[in-house]
């Protein structure tokens, strides 16, 4: 018999696994090693260094499109059927391989025989893979609570274990790994391994180290999550799934609370992977940090997160996640303005002498800022879901979700990545975020604190 207890704690742990992804490959590692990269491919091509800074940008901006195309199209499809089926493990055992395999395959994108598509392709499968698994991750949340009154602690204590995680790893990554100019890592090391920068294996190794953590720290979820299926659920069938999906949606203008909040959290959601996707990237092309600079930017962000989100949950608790998304948008909305500003001269327009610590240390606040407030705002977030969503239709629930957030995923990095190519700069290539928030800020006016489906 599995105790409530460790049910919870085994479902925390997929947070802790997952989230290196997002850290270490998303923002602070890997993304930058692959805008550097890209970049000096293309200055060797003939191509100016400002140029070849946004357009490595915008091809980060269009993997990132593709993914999302292909996560928002099967989400929702794969969530029904899922429902249908009561079944979800065998599900998250298919995406964790996804997983592994694209984060493992960063190995092979050293600088010599560099290619965009395959580095794209790998990393594109890792991310599906960490999507849909989070998609069924996700839907368990409400049967760890059913009484509703932990969920919004539960769901905070998970994103604040999660990032948690994403520091260990990072500190990990940076401290043993990733060399500086000087050759050695941030406490004094030469890499491990033998590891040798001038071929990048260095900051290549952030792939199958993820890869390995992320199999490692699985065990304990796959030891103590199980299906409860019902006796009304029945084998894996397409075709249910999809009528199921179809009625669903058909019905959607019934429950307006529920497609409003779609609607917001898609914008919102966007907007906040936009910041995350190319907050690395920025702050390489834009105030020539390296990927040690940066390394320590993400552990400062992923601290801020850890703390906030926990406190998060527990404001969450007390009154609900309504009011604690509201906050968070307004928040980063102020913060995307913020980073915008910023130039290595000037902060807010006001000019600095050069060599001012100044925007640097600007960045940083900005970092610590995203991290508290996209931290809590995301687990806010799937909270709030499970007060918007039929209890019976949970993880199509959660697919839809993941459509609400993917169905314009791509359009945070294509216009990111549409603004850098038509502008020339990476700085004003981040402008679209701002309206994003707002976007779903607005649309936040026409939910319900407690749903359509109050039980």
């Known amino acids: 018999m599995i105790s409530p207890r460790k049910r919870i704690w085994g479902w925390y742990f997929f947070d802790w696994a997952s989230q290196p992804y997002n850290t270490l490959l998303l923002t602070f590692i890997f993304g930058p090693y692959f805008a550097q990269t890209a970049t000096a491919a293309l200055v060797a091509d003939g191509m100016t260094a400002e140029a070849a800074k946004a357009q490595a940008q915008a091809y980060w901006g269009y993997g990132l499109t593709a993914a999302g195309i292909a996560i928002a199209l099967l989400a929702p499809v794969l969530g029904a059927v899922a429902d249908s089926s009561g079944r979800r493990l065998p599900w998250i055992w298919l995406f964790s391989t996804l997983y592994v395999v694209g984060a493992g395959g960063l190995w092979w994108t050293a600088p010599a025989d560099f290619s965009v598509l395959r580095a794209l392709f790998l990393f594109g499968l890792g991310l599906i893979g960490m999507e849909f698994a989070t998609i069924f991750t996700n839907s368990y949340l409400p049967e760890l609570d059913s009484s509703k009154e932990e969920r919004g602690r539960i769901s905070g204590s998970g994103w604040a274990f999660g990032y948690l995680g994403g520091v260990i790893a990072l500190i990990v990554m940076i401290g043993f790994f990733q060399a500086g100019d000087s050759g050695r890592t941030m406490i004094g090391l030469t890499p491990l391994f033998g590891l040798d920068p001038a071929t990048g294996a260095d900051t290549r190794i952030?792939?199958?180290?993820?890869?390995?953590?992320?199999a490692l720290f699985m065990i304990p979820f796959f030891l103590y999550i199980r299906d409860r299926p019902g006796p009304q659920k029945s084998p894996y069938r397409l075709g249910k799934?999809?009528?199921?999906?179809?009625?669903?949606?058909?019905?959607?203008?019934?429950?307006?609370?529920?497609?409003?909040?779609?609607?917001?959290?898609?914008?919102?959601?966007?907007?906040?992977?936009?910041l995350y996707t190319f907050g690395g990237i920025y702050a390489l092309g834009v105030l020539n940090w390296s990927i040690i600079d940066i390394?320590?930017?993400?552990?400062?962000?992923a601290i801020?997160?850890?703390v906030f989100c926990w406190v998060g949950g527990r404001i969450d608790r007390r009154i609900g996640p309504m009011p604690v998304i509201v906050t968070c948008c307004i928040l980063l909305i102020l913060t995307s303005g913020l980073i915008i500003s910023l130039t290595p001269t000037s902060v807010l327009g006001i000019g600095l002498a050069d060599g001012s610590p100044v925007p640097d240390i600007t960045f940083f606040v900005a970092g610590a800022l995203i991290g508290a407030a996209g931290g809590v705002l995301q687990a806010s977030s799937r909270n709030m879901l499970t007060h918007q969503a039929n209890p019976e239709r949970m993880t199509e629930a959660f697919g839809l979700y993941a459509l609400s957030g993917k169905a314009t995923s791509f359009i945070?990095?294509?216009?990111i990545a549409l603004a850098s190519d038509l502008s020339g700069s990476q700085r004003m290539g981040?402008?679209?975020?701002?309206?994003?928030f707002?976007?779903?800020?607005?649309?936040?006016?026409w939910v319900k604190p407690k749903g359509d489906f109050v039980t």
Do not use: C, E
Not at 206 to 214: D, E, I, N, Q, S
Not at 295 to 301: K, L, Y
Not at 438 to 445: Q, T
């Open 304 to 306: 801020s997160g850890a």
């Open 295 to 301: 390394g320590i930017f993400g552990i400062v962000a």
């Open 430 to 436: 981040i402008t679209p975020v701002a309206g994003l």
């Open 206 to 214: 952030v792939g199958p180290l993820t890869a390995l953590w992320f």
């Open 438 to 445: 707002i976007l779903g800020l607005i649309l936040l006016a």
């Open 412 to 415: 945070a990095p294509a216009l």
């Open 241 to 274: 799934g999809m009528r199921d999906l179809l009625q669903t949606l058909k019905g959607l203008p019934q429950h307006p609370s529920l497609l409003a909040y779609l609607g917001s959290s898609m914008f919102y959601r966007d907007a906040l992977n936009g």
